[in-house]
């Protein structure tokens, strides 16, 4: 017993979606709170903006990504 080829696809971007997401939240999570960038003492340091410019840039291009792979793009 075999898939359609549609369902097939359709399955498989879904869970390319999950795992790009669940990737990016592990990769923020880890440089964030483990190196303790998401957070600041009495004010802001580099890190500080350097995580939060990743952050946005990354959340960017994910969205970007997904968009892509949604509309049959990728």
């Not at 990769?27 to 957070?39: D, L, R």
């Not at 995580?51 to 969205?63: D, M």
Request: glycine content about 6%; proline content about 3%.
């Amino acid at each position: 017993m075999s898939m359609e080829p549609e369902v097939k696809e359709f399955l498989l971007r879904i869970i390319q979606t999950l795992s790009m997401g669940m990737l990016w939240l592990l990769v923020n999570m880890t440089i964030g709170i483990y190196f303790n960038w998401a957070f600041y003492e009495d004010k802001p340091s580099l890190a500080n903006y350097i995580f939060y410019a990743w952050f946005l840039i990354s959340l960017g291009l994910l969205l970007f990504y997904f968009y892509k792979k949604w509309k049959g793009k990728l």
